[in-house]
């Protein structure tokens, strides 16, 4: 499953610490298999529920990692190394921002709708659980944790608040 992913989010190429590369499509073949999803399957759930976009899960999360990196390499040739970010970090933390939609979100008739899951933990909860699991490093499991509103009230790492950013330049500029 992990080189179906990999064809899919080539992205995850960008991570350069293999061990954290491997966690990352770790945790992406667990919360697939948690919510009885293929990894083709991505490109056809909707990334948000909120809106009827035509915008695919895959699209979105492939869209806020180029944003991110694009954010990292400005950075980097603006500031140097007076704003450090971990470049692998933030890349992860891109990746696996919404991995918990792939357990709130089910497919029933044909339509996408709240899983049980769903109802109960939006995706920055389930995300985070599931990067936990898969032995990802707090920097990590941070970013998904607080990179939507649930994220607001808690002091955001660099790399949290470049993929916040990122996600909503996505989310609001889709119509």
Do not use: C
């Amino acid at each position: 499953m992990n080189e179906e992913i990999r064809k899919l989010l080539p992205e995850v190429d960008w991570v350069e610490d293999r061990t954290l590369r491997d966690a990352v499509l770790d945790t992406y073949a667990r919360a697939l298999a948690e919510g009885g999803w293929k990894p083709a399957d991505m490109a056809r759930m909707p990334f948000t529920l909120l809106k009827a976009s035509g915008v695919s899960y895959l699209e979105h999360v492939r869209a806020v990692t180029k944003i991110a990196r694009a954010a990292y390499d400005t950075f980097r040739e603006v500031f140097g190394d007076r704003v450090p970010l971990n470049r692998d970090v933030l890349i992860a933390g891109a990746l696996l921002h919404d991995v918990g939609k792939l357990v709130e979100v089910a497919e029933t008739g044909g339509k996408f709708q709240k899983s049980r899951s769903g109802k109960a933990l939006r995706h920055p909860f389930s995300g985070a659980a599931l990067a936990y699991a898969a032995g990802l490093p707090p920097e990590v499991v941070h970013i998904i944790a607080v990179h939507s509103k649930e994220g607001d009230p808690y002091p955001r790492s660099p790399e949290a608040a470049v993929v916040h950013h990122a996600d909503f330049i996505t989310f609001d500029a889709i119509p």
